[in-house]
């Protein structure tokens, strides 16, 4: 079964800088693109960041010059490197791979169990 595993969620200071990490695994031959999207307390979840296999790059305008998403495809692992952090930021970040293609199956969407980031004095 396919499974992401993200980690690198924490408290730190408005200012401050964190990386969040997320691992896919389950037999993976191909994921077409991965993403970060995020929820605060009483919001909508919202896209923050995604890249493709081909390291094609979007950002959600609140965080384009914060942050900034990587990949390594090699590892099927995605990285989110977020610096200049806001009070603002806190939510409950998760990490998104969509079509997602197995030796047995093709899935469209997953998603992990999400890290909660903490931006506070």
């Known amino acids: 079964q396919v499974q992401l595993v993200e980690s690198g969620g924490g408290l730190v200071q408005p200012g401050g800088s964190l990386r969040l990490s997320c691992a896919a695994s389950?037999?993976?031959?191909?994921?077409?693109?991965m993403g970060w999207y995020r929820q605060a307390p009483g919001k909508q979840r919202e896209m923050v960041a995604g890249i493709t296999s081909g390291g094609s790059t979007v950002y959600a305008d609140s965080v384009r010059g914060r942050f900034t998403i990587s990949g390594d495809n090699a590892k099927n692992t995605v990285y989110l490197q977020m610096n200049s952090l806001k009070p603002e930021d806190t939510a409950v970040y998760y990490c998104n791979a969509v079509r997602v293609s197995t030796s047995e199956d093709t899935f469209p969407e997953v998603w992990g169990q999400g890290t909660l980031v903490t931006v506070s004095s």
């Open positions: 389950g037999g993976i031959l191909s994921i077409n693109a």
